[in-house]
């Protein structure tokens, strides 16, 4: 996966946010807001992750390293981030 392949990802995954968060969350029953929240959080996680690796991809490639030696960091360390 090259950096291009990561921003499309970014982008698909973005469009994926909007639309979960146009989306009306008192619609449905109980158990489809529970699959909206769940699939909302898998989202920004995901991008979370990608934003990161993208990241790590420009620093090795600026530092003069091979950016495919980066790699996906789980969720729970890209989350713990202070922005």
Known sequence: MD???ILQRIQTL????HDLREQPQDAGAGAEQQDHATRLKRVEEDLDQCWDLLRQ???KADAGENPADAGTRPVSQVEGYRQ
């Open 3 to 5: 950096n291009q392949d």
């Open 14 to 17: 973005v469009q994926e946010e």
């Open 57 to 59: 991809r420009r620093a």
